[in-house]
């Protein structure tokens, strides 16, 4: 089973700053990759699937990059929606399988 | 639009069986993977179990193989899961999704979640 990592657990920042997430896979995963967003009481939202592409919606600011075993989601100018937890998860093969979140939390 | 509307869940003890059931519309239901994931309190999510758009292949986490059965009717436009043999560590958020396109693995979009409680 690939074991997904994610870092940092919590990055604590302000609204109009820069968020910079990590996921890290102990095996390749190729490109893939996806990232999820879950606000407190909702379910998950696709963000980015194929480690870079944008899912249907999704703005701008969210981008993705990465390949193998290092992955990134990058939020430029944090909206205040965006304080979340975000999730990683492959595909590559079964079981798929999720990182174990970062939360992004206001400083 | 894409709808996925769960119903089932509750509380049910140690054991004991429960039968979800996550009604799809808005799209061609047969041609879509999809997949049961859950979510324990407080805690990450977790990838269960997925059904290709025919039903004919499936898929199971070890924490579910052998005591969980995903299923589909493409007539009804309905996909379910029987849960059996339940643990207390099954308790948790279900949330049935549909893959992005086709069997992609990537989740786009997702019912509104039940619980399950497992407890005496």
């Known amino acids: 089973e690939i074991v997904l990592t994610q870092s940092p657990a919590t990055l604590s920042l302000s609204p109009g700053e820069t968020a910079t997430l990590s996921c890290r896979a102990s095996?390749?995963?190729?490109?893939?990759l996806g990232w999820y967003q879950q606000r407190p009481g909702q379910a998950p939202r696709l963000l980015v699937w194929g480690a870079s592409n944008r899912a249907t919606g999704i703005p701008a600011r969210f981008s993705g990059s990465g390949s193998g075993t290092d992955f990134t989601l990058t939020i430029s100018s944090l909206e205040p929606e965006d304080f979340a937890v975000y999730y990683c998860?492959?595909?590559?093969?079964?079981?798929?399988?999720f990182g174990p979140g970062t939360k992004v939390d206001v400083k | 639009e894409v709808l996925l509307v769960q119903s089932g869940g509750g509380l049910v003890q140690p054991g004991g069986s429960l039968r979800l059931s996550c009604a799809a519309s808005g799209f061609s239901f047969a041609g879509h993977a999809m997949s049961w994931v859950r979510q324990a309190p407080g805690k990450g999510l977790e990838w269960l179990s997925s059904i290709s758009g025919s039903g004919s292949t499936t898929y199971y986490a070890d924490s579910v193989k052998g005591r969980f059965t995903i299923s589909r009717d493409n007539t009804r436009n309905t996909l379910s899961v029987q849960m059996d043999s339940l643990r207390a560590g099954d308790t948790a958020i279900y949330y049935c999704?549909?893959?992005?396109?086709?069997?992609?693995?990537?989740?786009?979009?997702w019912g509104q979640g039940t619980l399950v409680t497992v407890s005496s």
């Open positions: 095996q390749s995963v190729s490109s893939d």
């Open positions: 998860q492959h595909r590559y093969d079964w079981p798929f399988t």
């Open positions: 999704a549909k893959y992005i396109q086709g069997g992609s693995g990537y989740l786009a979009s």
